[in-house]
């Protein structure tokens, strides 16, 4: 007999191929092991499981998915979910094996499904029978019960309000340049708007500016800025709409000079006596709210009258005040454990507390603002796995304090809401990645695509001797090793790991250093058998290490920390450590310093300050240190022969990378943003060397824009 379909059991959990998938829990696993899978493709593999074999429309995966009313641009956020399904499933458009693309029509589920967990409706029949059965001999009192079951089922309907519809999402600008909002780097983009025009940080080639468009059409046009706001994020906007409090974030420092912007033409001037890592205004219009170290503190315009507020429980940031001027509410970020968190101060600085304490684990709330009338709060959760919207209801009193609500549910990321005077409109980043990996052509400079089987990769790494990499996978952050040929594969590593920002094969091919994080715990290093295995982190510490280097025996690890911009508390320096003996010994002379790269011989070591304003170079044989260059330099990487190192200078315009001979030697342009043409990059990084040191990177090309919903219309 052939087994029930999917669709007529209303199955809870089905197989086809190695994989399983449990429709309920929302959960993938191949060969038992969990495959992550956002939430949106999760649901397009679920629309198409429940019809197997048939052709499913576009129309109805827009309704079942996004919902009819949904106005994001629905093709291009489809194409992204079927291509992160088909990435998760290792499935292909030109041959297929799961999901079968019909042009024009829509998609079909080919392979053979079994259903696994079917709901039995029988069981279900026969408990509605007991249920009934018990009613009825309940006598005369069920009517009664069944009457103030319905009373309070009414008021529980007015209190809540009618069922919530989907928002109306609607686009503001169309560039797709805007600077996301990245916590990982403590890069928090914001942006401002008087209702009529909106304020937020652009991208042009490869270097933030600030900008202004026009709700109305999406228009955008930069303002002129001193050379030392190099790269400018907004505080906030005055209460009146004519200026802007910015500061400057490439900066190793957290605390920044705060400048004063007119929005509607005239000077920058910078506010005297005052260094901060954020600020807002106040609701006088006249005064700031300044954040400096643990301390929030209010000062005039023009620097003066300077009193302190509050002590915060970590350096806050993202300072928005409600608009009867009774509370202030800001976000404290936790850089050991990658966590945000919302917190609030009554106006004379008292009842601190935080506002949403355990409603996620980990916390990551951030970045909040009042409507204009204060009923509703605004902010940013990744609760369920992605940045998104969500609002707290503050008014009427008999609503407030009730569980957030979300406002937007993919298929972008959303992030960074900000309010606009006198509406219930909001707006918000709505970003959605896309990176390529490219590697220099020889003799030439230009870039190609790296290798074919690499072209799911996010970060790739060669092995010493050219035989082997490995390389993160972009759709789900998983860490794979193969031959350069793509042959012989096996992923290494998974969840729980959230992000791999580097890693480092050892001198013998044998194993590789990872560094890596794991949701609210602090970025660690991990060392991994090339042929899979366990992780086991290096050091049993509660804080931050980076960017792992093998000395050439393999018998050690020289590593350093992160630098964390909002966090100068703990001493920084560069160690190393025996892998044998687990002794740990500080470097002389890398008080301050970061990033190390140890030579392939072992005799130069090379590292950055903190405010990677140069490259320093360790003799290692007579302790000497010298300074190679004073450019901004990023992700130094050694030539196979050691007499080079290359960097990029993240600082400059283009990013350019140069390599610079050893041990003094000048710096030689290789590349810049423009070499990579006719890829459209708006941002790309160096991450390693391929055989032949030819420089590879990964050209990231994010579709950015401003997005707007209107809390009163659905």
């Known amino acids: 007999m052939a087994s029930p379909s999917v669709h007529e059991t209303a199955a809870r959990k089905v197989q086809f191929g190695i994989f399983d998938a449990d429709l309920k829990a929302g959960e993938l696993r191949r060969s038992g092991v969990r495959v992550r899978l956002q939430s949106q493709p999760f ?47 290792g499935d292909s458009a030109e041959n297929p094996r799961f999901v079968e693309t019909l042009a024009r029509r829509g998609y079909r589920f080919i392979a053979p499904v079994k259903v696994v967990d079917p709901v039995a409706p029988s069981a279900n029949a026969e408990v509605s029978s007991q249920i009934a059965h018990k009613g009825l001999a309940a006598g005369w009192w069920f009517a009664g019960a069944l009457a103030v ?26 560039s797709g340049h805007v600077l996301t909002n990245d916590l990982d780097v403590e890069n928090f983009s914001s942006s401002a708007s008087d209702g009529t025009r909106v304020y937020f940080s652009h991208m ?59 929005t509607l033409g005239g000077n920058a001037r910078r506010v005297p006596n005052v260094l901060a890592h954020d600020a807002t205004w106040m609701p006088d219009g006249h005064h700031l709210l300044v954040a400096n170290g643990n301390n929030l503190s209010v000062v005039s315009e023009e620097g003066g009258d300077l009193r302190k507020l509050v002590s915060t429980p970590g350096l806050a940031f993202w300072l928005r005040w409600s608009p009867d001027g009774k509370r ?8 050991e454990r990658q966590t945000s968190e919302l917190w609030e101060a009554w106006a004379d600085g008292s009842h601190l507390h935080p506002l949403l304490p355990g409603w996620s684990q980990p916390a990551s709330e951030c970045c909040g603002s009042w409507t204009s009338d204060g009923e509703e709060f605004v902010f940013q959760s990744s609760r369920g796995g992605h940045p998104n919207i969500w609002a707290l209801r503050e008014k009427p009193w008999y609503l407030a304090g009730r569980e957030p609500h979300q406002i937007t549910n993919g298929p972008l990321d959303y992030a960074a809401p900000s309010t606009a005077p006198g509406s219930e409109r909001i707006f918000f980043i709505g970003n959605t990645a896309q990176f390529e990996l490219l590697r220099a052509v020889p003799k030439s400079p230009s870039f190609t695509g790296i290798d074919q089987n690499l072209s799911a990769a996010a970060l790739a790494q060669y092995s010493p001797d ?92 020289v590593f350093g920390r992160p630098p964390d911009r909002m966090d100068n508390s703990q001493p920084k320096a560069i160690y190393e450590l025996s892998l044998e003996t687990k002794a740990l010994t500080e470097v002389p002379g890398s008080r301050g310093l970061f990033s190390p790269r140890l030579s392939p ?19 290692r044989t007579s302790g000497h240190w010298t300074t ?23 600082l400059a315009a283009g990013k350019p990378i140069y390599r610079i001979a050893v041990p003094a030697g000048k710096p030689e342009q290789v590349a810049t943003i423009k070499n990579l043409l006719p890829v459209a990059a708006t941002d790309y990084r160096l991450i390693g060397l391929a055989p032949g040191d030819l420089p590879i990177v990964t050209a990231r090309t994010p579709v950015v824009n401003l997005y707007s919903v209107d809390l009163n219309e659905k």
């Open 43 to 89: 649901k397009l593999l679920t629309v198409l499981l429940e019809h197997p074999g048939e052709v499913v429309s576009r129309e109805t995966l827009q309704q079942e998915i996004w919902g009819a009313e949904t106005t994001v641009d629905f093709d291009h956020s489809l194409g992204i979910a079927v291509n992160k399904l088909r990435e998760a499933l």
């Open 328 to 335: 202030v509410r800001f976000t404290v970020r936790d850089p």
């Open 628 to 650: 190679l260059t004073t450019d901004g330099v990023g992700d130094p990487t050694w030539s196979h022969d050691g007499r080079y190192v290359y960097y990029q200078d993240f």
């Open 466 to 557: 050219g035989k082997w990499v490995a390389w993160l996978n972009a759709a789900d952050n998983s860490l794979w090793r193969s031959r350069t040929d793509g042959s012989e594969r096996v992923e290494l590593a998974g969840p729980p790991l959230r992000t791999i920002f580097t890693m480092r094969w050892s001198p013998d091919d044998r194993q590789l250093a990872v560094m890596a994080e794991v949701p609210g715990k602090p970025w660690k290093i991990y060392l991994i058998d090339a042929d899979g295995g366990k992780l086991d982190p290096i050091l049993n510490e509660d804080r931050n290490e980076a960017d792992p280097s093998w000395t050439p025996d393999g018998k050690s690890i």
């Open 204 to 262: 042009d080639n490869g270097n933030p500016v600030l900008a202004v468009a026009l709700v109305a059409n999406g228009e955008i046009s930069d303002f002129n800025l001193p050379s030392e706001i190099s790269a400018p994020l907004i505080g906030s906007l005055s209460p009146d709409g004519s200026q802007l409090v910015v500061r400057s974030h490439l900066q190793a420092d957290p605390e920044q000079p705060l400048w004063i912007v007119p």
């Open 149 to 174: 079951v319905s009373l309070l089922l009414t008021i529980y309907i007015v209190v809540r309000g009618p069922a919530r519809k989907p928002y109306r999402v609607a686009q503001v600008t169309f």
């Open 601 to 619: 011989d072992g005799r130069y070591l090379v590292a950055m300050p903190m405010d990677q304003h140069a490259l320093l170079l360790l003799d």
